[in-house]
């Protein structure tokens, strides 16, 4: 098969899987078109098998730990860590509208960095809504930061994206150093978004709430014990050269055992907590975009990623990174990207990162969980409207991502490479 053919055939492959993420239609996932779709650019020779199979291999030590942390999430909830987290920010809002945004910002922060954006959409943003309801606040500042800092605060931690991950199995950066080189870029960015939303939902939140009361319940501290531990135990383990997802399934049996004990869940749960046609979906994915970059993309795109590490070489490769996210899905740009700024240094692949983990929040089509967050809002009453999603995008993206390069930059030079 010609060059020529096999880029039109996997090109053309990979927007139908796109188009499909986009839609779902029928309420069917991902895979029903990305496994077949995967298989077309195997048998058609876009991509050879042994390739296919590497690729698969690459992206293995990322899916288990992505699916690890998944399962704990999972049974942090079962154990009533969210409830009590919706508990702590209804009493401690005290009826004030403001207030309770910053305690929105910092749990959702927080439960995207140790946790990972999935956590923040499919568990915490119910969570929020229902707190919102029950102070009689308006939802929608808190709904849309439920999407953006899923997004946002996902530089943090490699666990906290799939991006992440993949890049920090392939970069070969430390635990330590990657938490390190992001930690400021991750509060800047955050900063810049509260205050781009206090201004933007002004009048929501002047709106007023009430004070309800709210009856105190238990601080689910076992789940937060396992999940220090298991955080602690990722430092440990890069350390002495241990796969971290040996970490993560240890913290997830730990806390499987407590919940089973206790009939909080089942062992069908948990194992559909692991997400497993999400997984197969995101090799499904890793192929295809393989299939894409080999036959072209990666030469056509090798012009535009700059070699350097200055500041604006990183905020090139940032702003790059973001539209690329947006026109694609983050997923799938990562996938082409990482190759391309691994070459430059563990310096150009944590600019990239701000750029594809900032850079969905200007369109629903630039993350799978802001899709999800809005399939998971619209079910539940609260609406949300692409115009005004892309107005807040426009305001919060520039500035947080010039922030938090200029952040990363900083940090380089005081931390170093």
């Known amino acids: 098969m010609s060059s020529s053919l096999a880029e039109a055939i996997s090109v053309a492959l990979l927007l139908v899987v796109l188009g499909w993420t986009v839609v779902r239609p029928w309420g069917l996932p991902e895979l029903v078109v990305a496994l077949p779709a995967a298989s077309v650019v195997i048998l058609t020779g876009a991509i050879p098998l042994s390739q296919a199979a590497a690729e698969a291999r690459r992206l293995g030590p990322a899916i288990v730990f992505l699916a690890a942390m998944l399962v704990l999430a999972r049974l942090c909830e079962a154990e009533g860590l969210f409830g009590a987290f919706g508990n702590w920010m209804a009493r401690a809002a005290a009826g004030q509208t403001r207030r309770l945004l910053v305690y929105v910002f910092v749990v959702a922060s927080a439960t995207t960095a140790v946790f990972s954006l999935d956590a923040t959409i499919v568990l915490l943003a119910p969570v929020v809504l229902a707190v919102s309801a029950q102070l009689a606040a308006r939802p929608k500042p808190y709904a849309y930061a439920s999407a953006h800092l899923a997004n946002t605060a996902s530089l943090l931690l490699p666990v906290s994206n799939l991006t992440n991950l993949l890049a920090f199995f392939e970069s070969g950066i430390s635990f330590v150093r990657f938490a390190a080189l992001m930690a400021l870029p991750w509060a800047v960015a955050i900063g810049a978004e509260y205050a781009v939303f206090s201004r933007f939902f ?216």
């Open 202 to 417: 002004a009048a929501d939140l002047d709106a007023g709430a009430r004070r309800a009361p709210v009856k105190p319940r238990g601080a689910a501290v076992f789940p937060l014990v396992v999940v220090a531990c298991t955080l602690a135990g990722f430092t440990g383990a890069n350390a002495l050269g241990i796969n971290p997802a040996w970490v993560a399934w240890a913290g997830a049996l730990v806390l499987a055992g407590r919940t089973l004990a206790k009939r909080l869940t089942t062992p069908f749960i948990i194992v559909r907590a692991a997400a497993l046609p999400f997984l197969a979906f995101v090799i499904s994915l890793g192929i295809i975009v393989r299939a894409v970059v080999d036959n072209g993309l990666a030469a056509a795109l090798s012009h535009l990623v700059p070699g350097g590490t200055g500041l604006l070489a990183l905020l090139a490769i940032a702003i790059l990174a973001a539209g690329l996210a947006n026109i694609i899905n983050n997923l799938p740009a990562v996938l082409v990207l990482l190759p391309l700024t691994l070459a430059a240094g563990p310096a150009a692949v944590l600019a990239m990162l701000i750029g594809l983990n900032i850079g969905p929040n200007l369109t629903y089509t630039g993350s799978l969980a802001t899709m999800l967050w809005r399939r998971i809002i619209s079910q539940r009453g609260s609406g949300v409207n692409l115009g005004e999603f892309t107005r807040l995008g426009l305001l919060t993206v520039p500035f947080a991502l010039l922030l938090a390069v200029l952040a990363l930059y900083i940090s380089l030079m005081i931390i170093g490479t």
